[in-house]
């Protein structure tokens, strides 16, 4: 776990979404589906974020502007500092046969540098809107679906899932493919065991995520 | 002393964190074993941030077996926070940690904004504590009693040797589309920035009152906020909510507090201890040992 202050290389849109670029410093990228804790200019507590894109120079976050906090973020420019904590929490497990990246809206954030690692597989996608869609340019090999048409509908059997979305998908998910690796989200103050807020069941008992996920296997969840 | 604010750290997760601190203090142990409320927990507001993690911890049994003496591992001073619902449970709780040769102090937490209130007065709880244990005994205060003061004199009375303040405040914040509390709980615990000029206050009229040892916290992000708690009484001070954006905090906010000290002609920070009182001393200074 480390710390820095790191300097916005740019900041691009894609629909609703932003990728923010930050120049990278000395941060490990760390395993994909893990985490980085955002402190956007203003507000008290950072933000976690999953690493979209890492390059030699930088490490780029795929952020969709919803509250106080992520508008913050995506009004960031070129050469404003700000602050990086991670990588934290627990990722993917790599070591798949036949891997299958499917997400939902925000949640393809982490897919982009999952893919690269993967050695680019198939992925399946779906966006509210066709705008919302655009970031599916973001990720190789990827069949889009637009509501009302569902992700769950390009789950071929037979593949190793990874998923990333919101709850629903992600338990729509879990019943098709039981052996998926989830990764989930929740509201974290502190990303590094802490607070105690970001806690989710796990097992039948409250858990922190930020600790124990946020990738989950869709069993333990 | 920078000590951390109890349920603000885990230094099992965060050894490095917790390795900059003077003394660790734990989340609050209670007699049986807490799952804590439901999410959502936590909220950030204009002004600080709302928590209602419900005491989530294993109790004291599983405690003293398993967390105790992986916390003795990391060689510093522990300070254990328990909460209960009566005198009694206090009393058994302090009398389990007596025990317990790494506990260097134990903090009633008689003040979670979270929880029922315990049944029967601070004083009452310090009193049944301080006949089960030996340890050093610090009462947390809420600083939404009408006169902080007055229950700072009845800990005294009742044995506390020192005094935690303060413990966040009760809040509350709505979903910004649908105007639904956020909280599961619907209000929680107001802590951070909002605090700050709420614990001067406290320290000072504590300290005032009772001249006993103050762990002063609520909203420090810096030296200058450390060194105000100091000027009003406090002989340490904890940190909360920074520790959530800056892991860092612990060891910034010394060396920030020593500058600050020393800018304004002090030798050492706590050469500056009570120096808000100028000629008025505490008005009592018989509880202190």
């Known amino acids: 776990m480390r710390r820095e202050n790191l300097t916005v290389a740019g900041v691009e849109r894609i629909g609703p979404y932003s990728l923010v670029r930050l120049r990278r410093g000395t941060l490990e990228s760390g395993v994909p589906g893990q985490f980085f804790m955002l402190s956007p200019p203003g507000r008290l507590l950072p933000r976690p974020m999953s690493l979209c894109l890492a390059t030699r120079k930088e490490l780029a976050f795929l952020i969709e502007p919803i509250g106080p906090g992520t508008r913050a973020l995506v009004e960031l420019v070129r050469g404003q500092p700000v602050d990086v904590l991670g990588p934290l929490g627990n990722g993917y497990r790599l070591d798949l046969e036949r891997p299958l990246l499917v997400g939902g809206g925000i949640g393809i954030a982490p897919f982009p540098y999952l893919s690269e690692r993967l050695g680019r597989p198939p992925a399946a996608l779906g966006f509210r809107t066709k705008e919302h869609a655009e970031a599916a340019a973001l990720v190789p ?15 071929r059997p037979g593949h190793d899932v990874l998923a990333c979305g919101p709850e629903p998908m992600l338990a729509a998910v879990a019943l098709l493919a039981p052996r998926a690796q989830l990764a989930w989200e929740a509201p974290m103050a502190c990303g590094y065991g802490a607070c105690y807020g970001c806690a989710v069941r796990i097992g039948g008992e409250l858990k922190r995520l930020c600790v124990e996920g946020p990738v989950l296997d869709a069993e333990a969840a | ?80 926070s328990v909460g209960g619902f009566s005198a009694h449970d206090y009393a058994e709780l302090c009398r389990q940690l007596d025990e317990e040769r790494v506990v260097e102090a134990i903090e009633l937490n008689v003040s979670c ?32 009693s009408g006169d902080i003061a007055a229950v700072a004199v009845a800990a005294a009375e009742a044995g506390a040797d020192g005094l935690s303040l303060v413990n966040t405040i009760r809040g509350l914040a709505l979903d910004a589309q649908t105007l639904a509390p956020t909280l599961s709980t619907a209000t929680g615990g107001l802590s951070g920035p909002a605090l700050r000029p709420i614990a001067l206050a406290a320290v000072f009229a504590c300290f005032r009152a009772t001249g006993l040892p103050i762990v002063g916290m609520g909203g420090v992000e810096s030296g200058r906020h450390a060194l105000e708690l100091i000027a009003v009484g406090a002989r340490a001070c904890a940190l909360g909510t920074i520790l959530f954006s800056d892991p860092e905090a612990p060891g910034r906010i010394r060396s920030e507090l020593a500058a600050e000290a020393e800018a304004l002609g002090f030798e050492n920070p706590f050469d500056a201890h009570a120096v808000a009182h100028g000629d008025e001393a505490p008005a009592s200074l018989r509880y202190v040992a």
Do not use: H, Q
């Open chain 1, 141 to 155: 090999n990827a069949e889009v679906v637009v509501e009302p048409r569902l992700v769950t509908e390009l789950l």
């Open chain 2, 113 to 144: 904004p979270n929880v029922a209130e315990p049944a029967g007065s601070v004083g009452e709880i310090v009193a049944a504590a301080r006949g089960a244990t030996s340890r050093k005994l610090y009462a947390k205060l809420s600083p939404a």
């Open chain 2, 1 to 80: 002393m920078i000590l951390n604010a109890s349920g603000c750290l885990d230094a099992l997760t965060a050894p490095g964190v917790a390795g900059e601190l003077d003394a660790f203090v734990t989340k609050t142990v209670t007699p049986l074993p807490r799952g804590g409320n439901e999410p959502v927990r936590i909220a950030e507001t204009e002004v600080g941030m709302l928590n209602a993690i419900g005491l989530a911890n294993p109790g004291i049994d599983a405690f003293c077996k398993e967390v105790l003496p992986r916390l003795a591992e990391l060689e510093l001073p522990i300070w254990v």
